[in-house]
């Protein structure tokens, strides 16, 4: 959870969501509850819910109950994501913490999964957001599964085309952050062109998150982020410090051949993580993070309330930043 200063604004809003997030995964079933709670309790950044209720306190008719339902299912929703992709990935933790298909199996953690979906969306339709809401909300459900359909079927084929690699990184994360910043700022009763604002200041901090911790996959050890270093790699998912080695390095004929190889192995895997560190690829990779970044904090609604504005810039500081 990200209860530093940068969300001094929203801290006692944030404490309100752990207990929103806990009464909505408690179920008549034991095990549903269990494995509910293992999930929304696993660590997690809340930048999600934190975006929405940033934005909501931006408006003049910010009201925290109004809020505080959606904000649990943005949330929610992303939990109920990342459920499903540790199931496709068969991974075995996820921020430090044995994942759902780890601890039980992944019959029980795709049904999971779905319950919590299910959860998200009962407290959109009870929170009386309209259709507007309920439709942005089930457009980010699918693109989301658009985007790990796409990422599947680019596995291990090594696509050089820059294009493709930030088309694939919205639909995974920026589509995400730009709908909760909107919704935030449509619940919180913005101007139009407020709200427009604030959505592409999701997105771009979107775009941005996305690049470091693709970043992070070659730069960090796996105690750090919290998963093997190079997963990415072994997985055959081709991220910018990747794409830029392919087109830059004099062993890219080597990388290629590495990354197009679904048995490839452990030496494999650090061979491929060399060849990207031998080049530019991770400094090419941060000066785009870092141009988003730039625009992000350039298009913030000049009349925001200062305590806002301030918690925005240092949440785009902070994904510029971290190294986790």
Known sequence: MLSNAMFDVINSDLSRLEDTLLEAVTAPDELVTEVGTHLVTSGGKRLRPALCLLSAHGGPAFDLEHTLPLATALELIHTASLVHDDVIDKADTRRGAPTANAKWDNKIAILAGDFIFARA????TAGGYGDHVSGRLAWLVGNLSVGEIIQDKEMYRASRDEADYYNRIQKK???????????GALVGGMKKE???ALAQYGHDIGMAFQITDDLLDVSQTSEQIGKPVGNDIRQGIITLP???ALHESDDRDELLTIVTNPQMTNDDVNRALEIVKTTDGMEFAKGKADEYLAHAKAILPANLPADIRDAYEQVADFIGDRDF
């Open 121 to 124: 969306f009962h407290l959109v």
């Open 173 to 183: 994360t920026a589509d995400f952050l730009e709908i909760c910043c909107e919704l």
């Open 194 to 196: 407020e709200t427009d």
């Open 242 to 244: 990747v794409l830029r």
